[in-house]
T-cell receptor
Framework: TQLLEQSPQFLSIQEGENLTVYCNSS?????LQWYRQEPGEGPVLLVT?????EVKKLKRLTFQFGDARKDSSLHITAAQPGDTGLYLC?????????????FGAGTQVVVTP | GAVVSQHPSWVICKSGTSVKIECRSL??????MFWYRQFPKQSLMLMAT?????????EQGVEKDKFLINHASLTLSTLTVTSAHPEDSSFYIC?????????????FGPGTRLTVL
């Protein structure tokens, strides 16, 4: 079982629409990171959130960390084809050492023109 | 941002041979590096945590003698797949940890596609 549950697993939308990806867990995380990965490449770090209730914006992307630091969401406004990719959330548990990250299963996002 | 490189980007080898993959942090020092394996359309699976100057810590189910990890310096970790077999074919990705007093971030390499014939 995945420690971090991502939903949905797959999302296909038209250009200009909005979308939200969720990342949930029963564990508390000291930090949570969001990555985007394209086929045949390594994941690229989008954002790190560390404070409960924190909201960070990166252009059309809005990231939120839950108050209890157990969940997070990624919202994309007016999606573009360039947003297509595999979105991964990853958290560092408060009890883990060496900065080990727990990854969600990923959400495949496809934005069609 | 922090840059992590991997070499080679892809490799094809015959069954029974050994393959070495290098992971370098180019513009920062990484006391900890991680090695992941990824199957098509799946998330990353952590194989081992590599700490500079000490033995790697392997995840449950990962064969230590099969996947040899060496972290010789603050900017270089290597993964050697020994006596590779077709089932070892996969996408191998490394990451390097850049830590701070508050939280750490991992920066990933571009990955290495290994195909064992």
């Amino acid at each position: 079982t995945q420690l971090l549950e991502q939903s949905p697993q797959f999302l296909s939308i038209q250009e200009g629409e909005n979308l939200t990806v969720y990342c949930n867990s029963s564990s508390v995380f000291s930090s949570l990171q969001w990555y985007r990965q394209e086929p045949g490449e390594g994941p690229v770090l989008l954002v790190t959130v560390v404070t409960g209730g924190e909201v960070k914006k990166l252009k059309r992307l809005t990231f939120q960390f839950g108050d209890a630091r157990k969940d997070s969401s990624l919202h994309i406004t007016a999606a573009q084809p360039g947003d297509t990719g595999l979105y991964l959330c990853a958290g560092e548990k408060t009890t883990d050492s060496w900065g080990k990250l727990q990854f969600g299963a990923g959400t495949q996002v496809v934005v069609t023109p | 941002g922090a840059v992590v490189s991997q070499h080679p980007s892809w490799v094809i080898c015959k069954s029974g041979t050994s393959v070495k993959i290098e992971c370098r942090s180019l513009d920062f020092q990484a006391t900890t590096m991680f090695w992941y394996r990824q199957f098509p359309k799946q998330s990353l699976m952590l194989m081992a945590t590599s700490n500079e100057g000490s033995k790697a810590t392997y995840e449950q189910g990962v064969e230590k003698d099969k996947f040899l990890i060496n972290h010789a310096s603050l900017t270089l970790s290597t993964l050697t797949v020994t006596s590779a077999h077709p089932e070892d074919s996969s996408f191998y990705i490394c990451s390097a940890r850049r830590g701070s007093a508050i939280y750490n971030e991992q920066f990933f390499g571009p990955g290495t596609r290994l195909t064992v014939l």
